[in-house]
Structures are given as C-alpha cells and as structure tokens.
C-alpha cells in the first residue's frame, strides 16, 4: 500500500476540482480537507485492488454536497446578487449561474457530469460509481451536459 | 459530432479559467491536513527531509518517537515505502513532529550536541540486533568499540559478523551511534552511509 502522502500528490488536484465544481474557493479547500481525512481514516482498509481516484472522488463530491447544505443553513448577511447580474465583461473565475444550474441537474446527470468531464474518470468507471452500465453514464453525462447549457444560455444575458 | 470539444469551454466555466489550484494551494492545503491528522490521532508516521553535511537526510517519527533516520543513497521513496508497509500507510509530512529531532541533528552536525534526547521507537529491529543496538546507545560520544568488543557485550563474543550487520541495517543512524564500531585493527570499517561519512562523524567527535 502507498504511504497516503503519494496518495494526496497524485489525486489533491483533483480532488479539489471535484468540490470547486460546487463551491467557492475556501469552501472547496474545506471539503477538500473533509476528503483527505476521511480518507485516510479508511485507506488502511482500502482493497488492494481498490480504483483509489475514483474512490476519493467518490468521497470529494459527497463531502462538497454535506458543504453545500452547511452553507444553505448558515445564514448569509445577504442574498446573492442573482437577480442583479454583474453588467461587466468580466466573468467570475466560476460561473454562478453555470454552478447553479449544476447543482439543480438530476443526481445521476450531476455526477456524470463532475465525474467525467472534472475528474476525468472513464465512463466506466462513472458507470461503476453510480450504479450504470458504461452506456447509461455516457448517456447521462450527456444529458447532463445538454441540459447544462440549456439552463446555463437561458440564464445568462448574453 | 463531438461533444467534449463543443463542450470544453462550459466545463472549463466550471472549475475556473486554470483548471485546478496552483501547486502554492496544494502544499498548503496539505500541511494543513497534516495538522488536522494529528490533531485526530490519524498520523501514524510522520516525516520531513533534513539538510546535512552528508546530504538530504528523512527523519520519520511514529506516536511512539523516532523511528527512522534515513541516507539520500536509501532512496527515500523507498524508505517511506517501506515504513508504509511495515507501520502503517497512514503517512504525511508534518514539522510540527519532526522539529526537535531536526535541530537536535543540526546541533550534533555542528559540533554542539554530544547527545540526542528523543524518545526513540524500536520497533523496526528484533532479536539480537535489537540487542546491538540498545548496546551501541551505550558507546559514549568521541569514543569508539570494536565489532568484537560489541558482539561481547551483546552476550554473544563470536557474533561479529552479526553485529556487522545490525550495524549496517540500523534504522536510527547518527542517533543510535553505530558509528563508534570500528575494526580490531584500528580501520574504520563499513558504513551505510558510506565509510567517508564514518570517517567524517568519527573526526567530528574527536574534535569537539
């Protein structure tokens, strides 16, 4: 077993892309953190023959999910400025509206989604991890995609 | 047609223009999970890379004290590998554990320090190497013993060459003086760090 050193060198890029995909910089280093530890409370049980990248996603976007609720019940000093969409050329780093109409796919198209196209993982291992042949994750990583732009090019003012 | 490339700038809007945090935010975000392992019992082993005369040297500690020090020659990917496996794979870098046994060593390479006041864990040796080496804690600073002298001690006066080897498999070196067994004949003898770096400690202490 690698000591879980190497394992944070090679999977902490991805890791935080998989909770940056549903949160703010600080909340993604959070949940990232989240990950890490929970996984290393387990990793000396992993199975030999464990798919550790697709493990700690696994873990990375069910942390990120626990933060966002943690953030919807904490009370903000105002509203997001939704309504009052910035008029400048200057995009944020991540979309707001693009985040949201994420957040509001189905499930399954959400973590075919992050899985696939943020992570990197094959549409096997998608299928593996959300219980769907690799045709159904192809699928649903699609429909994910498709429904993504409808909501994201309604949404923005262009 | 493709998707993946119509759809890479909606992706990229995803996770920011640079797909990812800079390689500055990884090590921070890992030093501070070292903090919170350790602060949840979760750390099992420890380490850092010290500076030194002798080259880049790992410094591993466990719950229990030192465990291993470790030469640039052993391949430290190796080393941790190792440790990995015969500890626990539960290992990250961390200062905070490793700070006392660090200056300590930069002392003793400085000719300020004639002894290391850590806890040590032993865990790696058994047997009669074990037995070695709790005796070679005994060999005081700036003096040596010969192989014989030690296989004496350890209770078994025909065992040089086994004291050789508990020498040269020593997890703690520096610390646990494996450094004062010389030859018979007055020769330095080998040294896993190399017999120049022996040479080296051994003109350090007679100095200082």
């Known amino acids: 077993m690698k000591p879980f050193d190497q394992v944070v060198a090679e999977h902490g890029v991805i890791v935080w892309q998989v909770c940056r995909a549903v949160l703010d910089p600080a ?33 990375a976007h069910s942390k990120a999910i626990d933060q966002t609720r943690r953030i ?20 944020e780093p991540v979309d707001e509206d693009l985040r949201a109409a994420l957040e509001k796919l189905p499930p399954k198209q959400r973590q075919a989604v992050i899985y696939h196209h943020i992570a990197g993982l094959s549409y096997a291992e998608v299928g593996a991890l959300i219980d769907s042949s690799e045709a159904a994750a192809r699928r649903s990583s699609a429909d994910g995609i498709a429904n993504l732009r409808r909501s994201y090019v309604r949404g923005t003012k262009r | 047609m493709n998707t993946d490339d119509r759809d890479l700038p909606l992706i990229k809007g995803l ?72 500890i626990s794979p539960r290992i990250l870098p961390s200062d905070r554990r490793t700070d006392d046994i660090a200056s300590q060593l930069d002392e003793y390479f400085a000719g300020n320090r004639r002894s290391f006041d850590v806890p040590l864990d032993l865990r790696l040796v058994v047997g009669f190497r074990r037995t070695v080496l709790c005796h070679l804690r005994e060999i005081a600073y700036g003096t040596t013993e010969s192989y014989v002298t ?55 202490e007679a100095a200082t």
């Open chain 2, 150 to 204: 030690v296989a004496t001690a350890a209770g078994n006066p025909k065992a040089m060459r086994a004291v050789g080897s508990a020498c040269s498999h020593n997890p703690i070196p520096f610390v646990i003086p494996c450094h004062r067994v010389v030859r018979s004949d007055g020769s330095i003898g080998q040294y896993l760090g190399g017999p120049e770096v022996k040479a080296a400690l051994l003109a350090l």
């Open chain 2, 15 to 86: 996770v920011g223009g640079p797909l990812g945090p800079s390689t500055a935010d990884v090590d921070r975000l890992r030093a501070r999970l070292a903090e919170r392992a350790d602060a949840e019992g979760l750390l099992d082993v420890a380490y850092r890379i010290v500076d030194s005369p002798f080259g880049a040297l790992l410094v591993a500690t466990t719950t229990d004290g030192l465990v291993r020090v470790a030469f640039e020659r052993e391949v430290h990917d190796t080393v941790l590998a190792n440790l990995a496996s015969k």
């Open chain 1, 27 to 59: 909340d993604a280093d959070d949940a990232w953190s989240e990950t890490f530890l929970a996984a290393m409370r387990g990793y000396p049980n992993l199975r030999p023959d464990s798919n550790v990248r697709a493990w700690l996603v696994t873990i």
């Open chain 1, 72 to 91: 919807d019940r904490a009370p903000r000093p105002m509203e997001r400025a939704a309504e009052t969409p910035s008029t400048d050329g200057n995009p």
